[in-house]
């Protein structure tokens, strides 16, 4: 199973914002954090602003912050936003399944079983059990010298993971 970009930055950009619960974070400055373009960060923004997780407000005076405390935000829920235009396999497509075998495969079934036993356990994560405590994180998301993050044209650090 693999993630999209777009999930995976999502978790990031909201990670981000837990970490600085309250304050309103710059698009610049969690793009520069999470690795991200931040023309790609504005659009999981603007997804992530659609479904009530973050207040996004433009212009100078903008940013980004949470919309609801982060042990009320939960990681499977942000997992089947992200997820849900993309079919873990082509069989789950009602467009554009041509599988000759969909009536009779029972891969289809053990696939969805195991998807569901993966969202089960990211029902039980909230964004609080990813940053409460977590000092390192809170070190490598520590906002140093604002000026030169606002400045950065795209990404200037490695993958954090």
Not at 2 to 27: E, F, K
Not at 94 to 121: G, H, K, S, W
Not at 126 to 147: P, Q, S
Request: hydrophobic share 45%.
């Amino acid at each position: 199973m693999r993630l999209t970009t777009r999930t995976n930055l999502a978790i990031r950009a909201l990670m981000y914002c837990a970490v600085h619960d309250g304050q309103l974070s710059r698009s610049a400055e969690i793009a520069h954090a999470c690795n991200s373009s931040a023309n790609h960060l504005a659009q999981v923004v603007h997804h992530l602003n659609a479904h009530g997780f973050v207040h996004a407000t433009r212009g100078r005076m903008g940013g980004v912050k949470l919309a609801r405390p982060a042990r009320a935000i939960n990681i499977g829920e942000v997992f089947r936003i992200f997820e849900a235009d993309v079919p873990f396999t082509e069989c789950f497509s009602l467009d554009n399944n041509t599988c000759p075998l969909v009536r009779a495969c029972r891969l289809r079934n053990a696939i969805r079983r195991a998807l569901d036993a993966f969202y089960r356990e990211m029902d039980l994560v909230t964004l609080e059990d990813l940053v409460k405590g977590n000092y390192l994180l809170d070190e490598i998301f520590a906002v140093t010298d604002t000026a030169a993050v606002i400045g950065c044209a795209g990404p200037a650090r490695a993958a954090r993971g």
